[in-house]
């Protein structure tokens, strides 16, 4: 396929869901891959953070990313995470997406070791390098412990080595300057700004981004789809209305007790924990060494969705 | 004054202008602050980050606060910072701001020390006990090093403790939960939620936050106003546009060479010297020892003031 | 009192006791003073952040200072800290601390505000450019949140403006770094270099700091002492074995629940605990808005005093 | 071979040179591995950060280790780092470790992912499930952005899971904590604590670790094993001077600019040169994308060399 430039639309980042030992369950992601398309997304994102990538080894990304470029079978563009610590083990990755039909790879900045800008933009210029897909900066600062800047970002898109940039920084105010300056600099129709930051969405549409990678559109794709719908449209009020029902929803990530496990665990297995409830997905099994939720927190789980309309 | 509840508006943190020799200059704040009455501020807040009340003894701290409330002469109300590390400290400064004539607290989190949220919410009872006036509490993570949560503030909200926040995390997710968990807390209309997020004012006040406190609103006080009215009329397309020139407008706090300074010294600097080209402050001066703008960094910011129309 | 050049030895930083009301308990504190001073310590310094100095508004600081040093009565020097935001406020409480009798100044570089090397430079040379007393510079990460490097404080050592060192840092890779470079600057016999790390005070004896300001030295400053002139007579073994003891007694400062109460509250309700069960204060209460330590943490406290011989 | 019980003695984390091309350089390995086993070293720690194994492939990752093991042919233990972001992906690089030959696996805490003590404690238990080598934690919080506890380690040591801990938070105070409560735990004997403080080796066996890991071993060998020779001999004032001349050597790990390299490239750099200049090495080539040290830094690594004595 021709990859839309700029990509825009909702591009959710899939889950990837999991048998009770541990592996990809691909009747599951062909599941949750058909709902999603059948809602009417615009892209996929898979082997994110959401995917648990950094939980799995090589060979189950691939399963994972073959499983999800099968089931999309063209209908719409599939990102794949090139997700590792640095530019030899990233073009490994990509090199396996590309091979498996990923129609794009996302890539961080290095993580693990101390770097510097100027190895960061060579890093990305390396990755680039080694793939002919479309190569899109993922910032998530949680995770890699440094921000992307525009400083570093803009100048690779000028020059065409980052075909687009995945903010999950949850910086509103470095997006803005960010979305500002790349129109200033002639970008505005040929980088594709995607945000990530899910309780946000209408304000970052507002803003200028192109499209949005929520996770929580796992859960409730049809609703960021209204919400793109109602922004692209100019019905703000309606946008609102609609972020802010997805903003009581998110409420699952944290249903678990954070004394008793990490971010991830409560995150994810509140995504896995409500596709289960909703009969998407067999298990909400997620990758060791994460803790399930309690029966507490599933609990609260199944309220949210019943809240939200998902569940009755 | 009736201190409005909830306060809404535009309420911009005062710079504090000092002579060459590091004094409070009586006559320029009180002609920033006339200028910002006359542009049509809803309110403002003397004493805040971008006050550079850290770097102000008690004595200044007064005269700064003095100068504003007797200039404001009632016609709005003015929020005082009370920025000190612990309990007893801020409410030596709420006592002293309130004989002053100050209207409200602002108040952040202990910071130097390491606390807990049990002490960080007695830490606002304590406050609020010793004082008459409506407390703010004020979210600046880069500052404090720990990030208010919803889950402090708004117990706080509802037993009255605090009668609004001001949120300079730049945090636009955990913003929106605390918005919508508000509501849901029957808080909408009495506990007044002001964003310090100058770049994405339009999406904040899409979200639902009641004003603003933008430290560029020293500079461009129409600008400010003229988005917060398109925003509460409903044109956004109209206050998207006027945020993106206040973006472009913004590059003045990083004029100056962040090897050279820190971002205090920009930031604050670049505030300064915009307003003394633009002939409201006899001197750019900073408090020591913040780092002056060079010849280079007053050209850029007096490019930037032309560029957005303030000067010619 | 003529200042020792270097300072060597063993200086605890005195914790302020307080009334329940939170007024300077002055006869608990003249006993603490006392205590120290019989057991031989080389010096005191007060309004350290053991001594609460972020708790204390300027008046108990005043009366708590003027106590140690009335107490000390020339008998050791008395170092002050002058712990607040920027230099125009450090200056404040240097010349406050002058005035009360203090023997040297102990500041930290600017916090709260984002600063740079070159600022934190001028702000050392500002304050001691308005004071008599020696200078000692703070360092203490965990508070200020910037770590002051030896790029910095050596070149002040040289010119001198600093007198001397507080590392609070813990890292001992970066103190022994400083240490080999002071004494190829030519400053080992008048840069004092004082750790702060309580628990490898061997080890940084050995590596060639003057002295040591333990905090736990409040509660066992015949354990200090011991340890240092083990150290100092190379009777190796000897230190070791009284600084595991000390290690084992330190945890009087987890003796509290960390899920109830902030590092503060349990490190100096800990040392507060063990004053008061050692006779030694009237009242273990410490500044609001800590927490005090429950009776389970308490009897922690007592077990571990009686563990280390200290209570029977 | 039977691995020691505990670990003791200079175990050094080797470099991986590498070809201009980026290959390892298998002969500038084996004679790298060689120097080291003919110094004396008591063992060798191959693919850790000092092997810049977070910037190899799978494949050069097996290169390096087979080339360490085959070279050691039984003469020291090898350790091996399996250096991934979690578990699964861990335990294939311990599972293909062993299949090198390698007498130990060294973990980390799971990065890039948010997570609990729970977590990590699952984690290791997992890792050496899946192996039979004994297995050591490995914390380095510069890296890994969380810190490993006593609370942690300790149970896990206690249990069996782990064999040992190399120590690479640089916190003084933390580690001689664990030692105490290891000894009090009976763990003395049985538990190998290693620390990878190359500044403070001598201060950190007065403490009782058992062994070092000097990243700047590679570079002086002779240097480490005479510091460590003199602390088991209780020569301390000896150890002292050894210590003190390799921190001064150390400064080849900043030879080159921070403001044009990351960490990573001026320390790993500053080695690579160093060996390069002692002939050890073909070349001084890093893995991309670190930045080669420039003419400059690499006269200063020469000077650095001729002041430590080991070139002339």
Chains 1, 2, 3, 4 share one sequence.
Request: glycine share 10%; charged share 20%; aromatic share 4%.
């Amino acid at each position: 396929m021709r990859f839309p430039v700029p990509l825009t639309g909702v591009v959710p980042p899939l889950c990837t869901p999991l048998t009770p030992t541990g592996d990809v369950d691909t009747r599951s992601l062909a599941a949750l891959t058909r709902r999603l398309l059948d809602a009417g997304v615009h892209g996929l994102f898979a082997l994110g953070s959401s995917g648990e990538a950094a939980y799995l080894t090589d060979a189950p990304r691939r399963t994972a990313l073959e499983t999800v470029v099968t089931t999309a079978a063209g209908r719409v563009p599939v990102l794949a995470g090139a997700i590792d610590m640095t530019t030899a083990r990233v073009r490994e990755h990509a090199a396996s997406a590309a091979a498996c039909g990923a129609d794009a790879i996302v890539a961080t900045a290095p993580f693990y070791t101390r770097t510097h800008p100027v190895e960061v933009a060579d890093h990305f210029r390396r990755i680039r390098a080694g793939t002919e897909l479309p190569l899109f900066a993922y910032d998530i600062p949680a995770s890699v412990h440094t921000k992307l800047t525009a400083s570093v970002v803009l100048p690779l898109a000028v020059e065409g080595t980052l075909a687009g940039l995945k903010d999950s920084s949850g910086d509103a105010g470095a997006l803005r300057r960010l979305l500002v300056e790349a129109r200033e600099a002639g970008l505005a129709e040929r980088f594709s700004v995607l945000t990530g930051s899910e309780l946000a969405v209408d304000g970052d549409l507002l803003a200028g981004v192109h499209g949005v990678v929520p996770g929580l559109g796992n859960v409730d794709p049809a609703g960021y789809l209204r919400l793109y719908a109602h922004a692209r449209a100019g019905r703000w009020a309606e946008a609102v209305a609609e972020q802010d029902r997805l903003v009581a929803l998110f409420a699952l990530t944290d249903a678990g007790d954070p004394t008793l496990m990490g971010g991830s665990s409560a995150g994810l297995g509140g995504f896995k924990t409500a596709l289960h409830l909703l009969g998407v997905i067999d298990s909400p099994h997620t990758a060791a060494p994460q803790v399930p939720l309690d029966t507490t927190a599933v609990e609260r789980v199944r309220k949210l969705l019943e809240g939200a309309g998902l569940l009755s």
